[in-house]
Structures are given as C-alpha cells and as structure tokens.
C-alpha cells in the first residue's frame, strides 16, 4: 500500500469513526426509542445536529473509501477498514466510558492478527 493509498484509508477510518461517535452522541439526545415515541423520533433524527454530522462523516468515509478502492484490491481495502471496530471500541470506552470486556478485547485482536495477515507482503 502506497503513502497515497494508506491516507485515504485513514481518512476513510476517520470519518467513520467520527461519524460512530457523533451518531451516538446524537443517540443519546434523543433518548431510547419504543413504540409510542419511534415516530417523533424518527422526525428528530433530521432536526439534531450530531446525528447529521453523523451523517456527513460517514458520507466522507464513504467518498474516502470509493477512491481507496479504485486504487488496491478489494481483499487488501476491505480488512483493512475492519481496524475501524478496534477505533470504535476505544471511542465507546474513552468518549462513553463503555465497559471492555476481556471477550471483547480478544476478538478484537484477532481482528488486528487478520488485518496484519492480509496486508503483509512477501
């Protein structure tokens, strides 16, 4: 993978985190969703901020992420952008202070072993 190739990978994992991030911070503004209150919600998903910078971002990373493509193979990209679950995890835990259970960490390392995996070159 190029400089060029390894930039847009990090900005497409960015983005997506950042839109993780906000999308849950937006989340939590309006509170937990049940049957008497899912369409009003779904009505303020368009009126909060966060959950539309949530939005953009994952637009970005998606842009970000097209131009990747048209650039390395698929079955390089692809696992590649699986170390957004490892930025997600730490978002949840540093941002949200949401647990880590040891189950947890242990699938996440087996996600950085296959990353680690696909792109090494012989």
Do not use: D
Request: net charge positive; with cysteine; charged share 10%.
């Amino acid at each position: 993978m190029t400089p060029q190739e390894f930039g847009l990978l990090v900005v497409s994992m960015i983005a997506s985190v950042l839109g993780q991030f906000f999308l849950k911070a937006g989340a939590l503004k309006l509170g937990k969703v049940n049957s008497g209150n899912v369409v009003s919600h779904v009505l303020n998903i368009i009126m909060t901020p966060e959950l539309l910078a949530g939005l953009v971002c994952y637009g970005l990373g998606a842009i970000a992420y097209i131009l990747l493509l048209t650039r390395v193979k698929l079955s390089v990209a692809g696992p590649s952008a699986a170390l957004i679950y490892i930025f997600t995890v730490l978002l949840g835990y540093f941002a949200f202070h949401e647990p880590i259970p040891g189950t947890r960490l242990f699938g996440l390392a087996f996600i950085v072993c296959g990353v680690v995996l696909v792109l090494w070159q012989r």
